[in-house]
C-alpha cells in the first residue's frame, strides 16, 4: 500500500485547512496518509513524527518516511530547506517550482510554441522603462515578479499629464513626479515587472480573467480539475481574494458569448490541457499542477497572464474533493513509477 506524507511548514495539520480533504480522499483511494512538517523528521532513522488521521481526530504517531511526499508548502527557514532537500534525494515529491513570473514569462518565450500568447513583459530596473510602457500603449500593468492572488498589482493609465493608477481598489491621480517616486519606492526593495494592459472586459464593462486549473492524474497524464471566472467587482484586479466574484463557467459563458459559448468554451478547454502539457516539458522536473489566468480580448485572442504553482480552487465550488482526489492518484502514480524504475 502506497503511503503518502503532506508535507508543510506548519506544526499542527488542525491549522491547514486542506489537510482533513487529503486524509479523507487518500482513505477512499486506500491510501495510508500522513502530515508532517520539517521539525519532525529524522534522517538519520528515516522516521517521522507524524499526524495521521483517526477516528475524528488527529493523533500524533512515529512513521517510516513515506513513499511519496506531497510538498503542500515550501519551507521557510534555511533548516527547514536542509531537510527537504535531504528528503528529497530518496523520496518523490509530487510538486516542483517553475520560478517567478518573468522567468517563466523567458522561459515561454525562449520555447516560442505558445509565445504569441505571452504579453510583452520587462523587469522594472528604472522609472524610464515604466515611462517608456506607458508612452507606448498609455495603459499597463506593474505587478511584483513573486506576487499571488492578486496582491501588489498596479494599473497606470497615462492622460496628457496626468497619470491615474488603481491599486487595491484604490485610485490616485499622480503627476509625473509623482508616479516616479512611486514607481521608485515599490522596487526598492522587490523586483517588479510592467507589461501593457489587455481589455479583457464582460459585456457590462468589468474586468474578468479565467483560472484554468489542470493537474497530473493516475497515469501522469495533464487532465482539467476546472475553469472559473473571476470579475473584477471594482478596478482591474480579477482576483476573488481582493474583492472580486466568480460565477459558473458555462452560464457565464452563455451570457458573454452568446451563440458562440460553445467554441470559446472547447477552445478554453483544449487550451488548458494543451498549453499544461507542453509547459511541463520546458522543466527538468515534473509539474503536477497549475493554474493558468488567461484573458480573452474583444478579437477573442487568448492572452497568458500568468502560470502559477500550487493554485488553490475556491471554496465556493466545493472543488476540494476532485482536487485532492486527483492528487493522490498522481502520487500513487510517481510511487510506481519510482518501483519500476527500481526493478529495471
Same mark, same amino acid.
Request: proline share 5%; with cysteine.
Given at each position: 500500500?502506497?503511503?503518502?506524507?503532506?508535507?508543510?511548514?506548519?506544526? &499542527?495539520?488542525?491549522?491547514?485547512?486542506?489537510?482533513?480533504?487529503?486524509?479523507?480522499?487518500?482513505?477512499?483511494?486506500?491510501?495510508?496518509?500522513?502530515?508532517?512538517?520539517?521539525?519532525?523528521?529524522?534522517?538519520?532513522?528515516?522516521?517521522?513524527?507524524?499526524?495521521?488521521?483517526?477516528?475524528?481526530?488527529?493523533?500524533? %504517531?512515529?512513521?517510516?518516511?513515506?513513499?511519496?511526499?506531497?510538498?503542500?508548502?515550501?519551507?521557510?527557514?534555511?533548516?527547514?530547506?536542509?531537510?527537504?532537500?535531504?528528503?528529497?534525494?530518496?523520496?518523490?515529491?509530487?510538486?516542483?517550482?517553475? =520560478?517567478?513570473?518573468?522567468?517563466? @514569462?523567458?522561459?515561454?518565450?525562449? &520555447?516560442?510554441?505558445?509565445?504569441?500568447?505571452?504579453?510583452?513583459?520587462?523587469?522594472?530596473?528604472?522609472?524610464?522603462?515604466?515611462?517608456?510602457?506607458?508612452?507606448?500603449?498609455?495603459?499597463?500593468?506593474?505587478?511584483?515578479?513573486?506576487?499571488?492572488?492578486?496582491?501588489?498589482?498596479? @494599473?497606470?493609465?497615462?492622460?496628457?499629464?496626468?497619470?491615474?493608477? @488603481?491599486?487595491?481598489?484604490?485610485?490616485?491621480?499622480?503627476?509625473?513626479?509623482?508616479?516616479?517616486?512611486?514607481?521608485? !519606492?515599490?522596487?526598492?526593495?522587490?523586483?517588479?515587472?510592467?507589461?501593457?494592459?489587455?481589455?479583457? %472586459?464582460?459585456?457590462?464593462?468589468?474586468?474578468?480573467?479565467?483560472?484554468?486549473?489542470?493537474?497530473?492524474?493516475?497515469?501522469?497524464?495533464?487532465?482539467?480539475?476546472?475553469?472559473?471566472?473571476?470579475?473584477?467587482?471594482? =478596478?482591474?484586479?480579477? !482576483?476573488?481574494?481582493?474583492?472580486?466574484?466568480?460565477?459558473?463557467?458555462?452560464?457565464?459563458?452563455?451570457?458573454?458569448?452568446?451563440?458562440?459559448?460553445?467554441?470559446? %468554451?472547447?477552445?478554453?478547454?483544449?487550451?488548458?490541457?494543451?498549453?499544461?502539457?507542453?509547459?511541463?516539458?520546458?522543466?527538468?522536473?515534473?509539474?503536477?499542477?497549475? =493554474?493558468? &489566468?488567461?484573458?480573452?480580448?474583444?478579437?477573442?485572442?487568448?492572452?497568458?497572464?500568468?502560470?502559477?504553482?500550487?493554485?488553490?480552487?475556491?471554496?465556493?465550488?466545493?472543488?476540494?474533493? &476532485?482536487?485532492? %482526489?486527483?492528487?493522490?492518484?498522481?502520487?500513487?502514480?510517481?510511487?510506481?513509477?519510482?518501483?519500476?524504475?527500481?526493478?529495471?
Amino acid at each position: 500500500m502506497t503511503t503518502i506524507g503532506m508535507l508543510s511548514h506548519r506544526n &499542527d495539520p488542525k491549522t491547514v485547512f486542506k489537510s482533513y480533504a487529503y486524509a479523507a480522499a487518500a482513505k477512499m483511494e486506500g491510501v495510508e496518509f500522513f502530515f508532517f512538517s520539517p521539525g519532525r523528521v529524522n534522517l538519520k532513522e528515516k522516521t517521522i513524527l507524524g499526524w495521521v488521521y483517526v477516528m475524528g481526530e488527529w493523533i500524533e %504517531k512515529t512513521v517510516p518516511f513515506p513513499d511519496v511526499i506531497y510538498n503542500s508548502s515550501p519551507p521557510i527557514t534555511e533548516k527547514q530547506e536542509a531537510i527537504v532537500e535531504a528528503l528529497r534525494q530518496d523520496i518523490p515529491f509530487t510538486s516542483n517550482p517553475i =520560478g517567478d513570473k518573468m522567468s517563466v @514569462y523567458n522561459r515561454i518565450k525562449k &520555447d516560442g510554441n505558445f509565445s504569441n500568447y505571452l504579453i510583452p513583459s520587462v523587469d522594472i530596473t528604472k522609472f524610464d522603462v515604466v515611462n517608456d510602457l506607458l508612452n507606448e500603449y498609455q495603459e499597463i500593468i506593474v505587478k511584483p515578479a513573486s506576487g499571488a492572488k492578486g496582491i501588489g498589482i498596479v @494599473y497606470i493609465q497615462q492622460e496628457d499629464d496626468q497619470y491615474t493608477i @488603481y491599486q487595491n481598489q484604490l485610485k490616485q491621480v499622480l503627476t509625473k513626479i509623482e508616479l516616479k517616486q512611486f514607481i521608485e !519606492n515599490i522596487i526598492k526593495n522587490d523586483a517588479f515587472l510592467s507589461q501593457p494592459f489587455i481589455q479583457s %472586459k464582460t459585456n457590462n464593462g468589468l474586468s474578468y480573467d479565467f483560472r484554468l486549473h489542470t493537474q497530473k492524474d493516475g497515469e501522469g497524464q495533464w487532465t482539467l480539475t476546472t475553469i472559473y471566472p473571476r470579475i473584477a467587482g471594482e =478596478g482591474v484586479v480579477a !482576483n476573488l481574494s481582493g474583492g472580486g466574484y466568480s460565477a459558473i463557467f458555462e452560464s457565464f459563458l452563455k451570457h458573454e458569448f452568446e451563440e458562440k459559448f460553445y467554441d470559446v %468554451k472547447r477552445t478554453l478547454e483544449h487550451f488548458a490541457v494543451h498549453f499544461s502539457t507542453h509547459f511541463d516539458g520546458l522543466y527538468n522536473e515534473p509539474l503536477d499542477e497549475l =493554474g493558468i &489566468d488567461i484573458g480573452i480580448d474583444a478579437n477573442r485572442k487568448i492572452w497568458i497572464f500568468e502560470v502559477n504553482w500550487r493554485p488553490g480552487p475556491p471554496i465556493l465550488f466545493s472543488l476540494e474533493q &476532485d482536487v485532492t %482526489k486527483r492528487m493522490i492518484r498522481y502520487a500513487c502514480y510517481l510511487q510506481l513509477q519510482k518501483a519500476r524504475l527500481m526493478q529495471s
